[in-house]
Structure formats: C-alpha cells, structure tokens
C-alpha cells in the first residue's frame, strides 16, 4: 500500500504561480511559521503588509526576522483574526502540514469578516491532493477554485454579501480531589482544546496548595490548573494566569470567572513576565514540548523569581531527563513523581521538596464531558 509523503515545509518551496497571480494589497498573511511568513513575503515581493499571530513569541520571533527584511510589515497580536478591521483585499493563510483541523475551519470563517467586498482568501496547502479546504471554502464563501502543481495546491475564494460570525468553541467539564465540577469553554489554536489534558491534571492532583495562597498558572492556557488552584486557596487566594497566547488568555479570563474565582488576575507574555516577583507560594508549570527544552527552561527560571522565600515549584513533562537537570541548577533538590504517564518535577526555594508534605495523590477520576457549541 502506498504511503503518504511528508511534504516539504512551505518554507523550503517558491511561492506557486497561482498564489502570485492571486495576492493584492492590503495583503494579511493569517498565522504561519515565521520561516513561512517570510519566504511567501520574498516571494510576493510585498513591503507593505499585515501579519496576524496569535502568540506572542511567534510574533516576536516573526517581528525580529522582518526588522531587516521587510520594514513596512506589520505584525499583530490577537485573540482573533477578526479583531482586525475589515479593509483586507487578500487574506493569504498558509495551511500547516498537519495541523488542528478546527483551527483550519475557523482561520476560513474569520478570515471572510477582514476581507473588502469581493476580497479573496487564498490558501497555499504543502498537499497535492488536499481533500480538506475545497469542501471548507465552499460552506464558509459559496464557491472555490482550486490549482494543483506537484506538491502543491492553490485555493481561493471571494466574499460575496455577509455572513453571521461563527466562534468554534467546544466546552467541557472536570474535577479534581473531589471537588467541585468546573465547566471551561475552549476554542481552537490553544493548548487542550476539547478536553483537560492529562499532564495538566497530573500538575494540578500532585501540587500541595493551602487556603490564602497566591498562585502562578504559568503557561495557563484555557485555566484549567490556575480555577482548580482557586477552589483550593478559596476566597483569600489569588491566582495569577500568564500566557503569551492571547486567545488563551482570554479563555483563562471568561472560565475564571464563570467559575466564581475571586481574586485573579491575566498576564500576556512572550518572556514570562508580569506578576510581581518575590510574591507567590506556589507555580504551577506547564510548559509546551516544542522549543528544545527553551520554554521549560524560561518557565523554571522565571517561576523561581516569581516565589517567596518558601514557595514551591511544580512543572509537569514527559521529558524528565531534559527537563530535570535545570530545575537542579535552578533550584538544588528536587523530586519527581510518576503520575498519570507524566512526571511531576517539585522543588522549594528553600531547597526542600516541594511535595514533601503532599497529600497522597488520589486514584484517577476520568469524568470530564465535552459538548460542542
């Protein structure tokens, strides 16, 4: 039988015929690697345009590489693509190899709202055969075209009259220790969509949190550990959520308070930063696996500066033997705890275990729901 081929990144390919003949200024280019984003800049030759990330640091990233490059571009940092004004000619996304399939869907329904009348949205798929966006585009525009140039495909659309605002949010509901059942509202391009991820439960079941604290949820996304935290410090705690995903953020925000969390507060950053240092008893840590050990290594440098003299630190992974050696260096002792097929690194900057006085973890609860709306 024979096998898919990985495609080359789009990086690593000239721009097609098709998506040159298509592009027109004002141009946004929807997401992308910041490789990506610049080769198909290179490529249009295009000075002047809008570049539209979600994440802070791929922002960022993308901001520097263009500094030189290209001057005239602007890059901005949203929750959605549809909080930009609606003055596009094209909208260009460059679709992932892979990638989350709700993501794609909601890219195509936002990007419909920036676009000028007749405005066309293009998509350059690294897929030949790519079943996926003809089917999309024509629900969300009315009509698509398609070009096929080995490895590649071309599709675009035009806006025609209006259409309402879809948001794709899919919630579901947890709990953990036995408390209370929380619901949390997802959307996607954020971490856990659609359910509550395993490694962030097994943070959440091991990390010991006591009435009054204040706690870190550093790399919160929807707010899953940091509303969890909060049934634990009850009304006297205070959580704060830091993210450099701004539609996160932004779900940390709505689930927190939908949830009856008192004291909170959100922080977008791309370097971890924001809630004042010195201040916290506890960090709950959950950092991304991509970035070769980069992110890991920011959350535990910048968790340490964020705790009091006699906070604990907690970080989840399925990378122990990357990740452990720099809470060493950070923090002296540690302690790991197998949990839930994820390890659960602990430490105190006072040099003592972290979990030293943990309860012990309870058995696993498996009773979260999930409904799209």
């Known amino acids: 039988m024979p096998t898919r081929r990985t495609p080359v990144p789009l990086s690593q390919r000239p721009v097609p015929n098709a998506v040159l003949a298509k592009v027109r200024a004002p141009l946004c280019v929807a997401l992308g690697s910041p490789a990506e984003v610049i080769n198909v800049l290179s490529g249009c030759r295009v000075t002047e345009a809008t570049c539209f990330q979600i994440d802070l640091h791929q922002a960022e990233r993308l901001r520097s590489e263009l500094s030189a490059l290209a001057p005239g571009v602007n890059v901005v ?40 009348p007749r ?20 629900k969300v525009f009315g009509k698509v075209k398609v070009t096929h140039a ?37 959307r996607p391009g954020t971490f856990s969509y659609g359910r509550f991820d395993d490694g962030a439960r097994a943070l959440v079941e091991v990390a010991r949190i006591a009435p009054g604290e204040r706690v870190v949820d550093l790399g919160c996304g929807c707010g899953t550990n940091g509303i969890f935290a909060a049934q634990r410090a009850g009304p006297d705690g205070f959580i704060a959520f830091v993210d450099s995903n701004l539609r996160a953020l932004a779900l940390a925000d709505a689930n927190a308070r939908a949830n009856g969390v008192r004291s909170f507060a959100t922080y977008a950053s791309a370097t971890a930063v924001g809630p004042e240092e010195g201040t916290f008893d506890v960090v709950l840590a959950n ?34 033997n990357e990740v452990a050696p720099q809470m060493v260096d950070a923090f002296g002792e540690i302690d790991a705890l197998e949990h839930r097929g994820y390890t659960v690194l602990s430490a105190g900057t006072d040099g003592e275990y972290a979990d030293s006085e943990t309860d012990p973890v309870p058995p696993r609860e498996d009773d979260e729901t999930g409904a799209v709306e």
């Open 287 to 320: 950092p991304p696996y991509y970035g070769a050990g980069a992110i890991a290594k920011l959350f535990i440098e910048r968790g340490k500066a964020f705790l009091k003299a006699d906070g604990r630190f907690y970080l989840v992974t399925r990378q122990p």
């Open 150 to 186: 080995d490895p590649d495909s071309v599709f675009w659309s035009q806006r025609e009259g209006d259409r309402p605002r879809r948001r794709h949010e899919l919630t579901f509901q947890a709990k953990v220790r036995g408390g209370d059942s929380c619901r949390f509202v997802s």
């Open 119 to 138: 405005g066309a949205f293009v998509v350059w798929s690294p897929y030949e055969g790519d079943l996926f966006f003809p089917n999309l585009l024509k």
């Open 77 to 116: 940092t949203a929750a959605d693509l549809w909080d930009l004004p609606a003055d596009f000619q094209t909208v260009l996304y460059l679709a992932p190899r892979g990638g989350e399939r709700e993501l794609k869907i909601d890219v195509a329904d936002q990007a419909f709202h920036v676009l000028r």
